[in-house]
């Protein structure tokens, strides 16, 4: 029963990264976002991942946590390409 929550969960966390991924990429602008807030997310997206590969039942929900993760760090590289440059 656990798995249905924490797959809900994720999906909803994961519905925000591709909307602000297509706006850097649209915009080109990457003010308000934080990359120490994105670090953190990384680490518990991997903190996630880890315990699934860890745990004695390896569920699908794995996919998730991986592809948000992805996204996350998309999000963060984008955001160091798109920073301006200072003079």
């Known amino acids: 029963m656990s798995t249905i929550f924490e797959t809900i969960m994720l999906i909803c ?3 925000s990264w591709p909307i602000s991924i297509v ?18 997310v990384i680490i ?26 992805v996204m996350v760090c998309i999000d963060l590289i984008l955001y ?3 920073l301006p440059k200072k003079k």
């Open 80 to 82: 160091y390409r798109y």
């Open 23 to 40: 706006k850097a990429i649209k915009t080109k602008v990457v003010a308000g976002k934080s990359p120490l807030f994105m670090s953190i």
């Open 44 to 69: 518990g997206y991997i903190s996630g991942v880890l315990f699934k590969l860890t745990s004695d039942d390896i569920s699908p929900v794995i996919a998730l946590y991986i592809l948000n993760l």
């Open 13 to 15: 966390f994961g519905i």
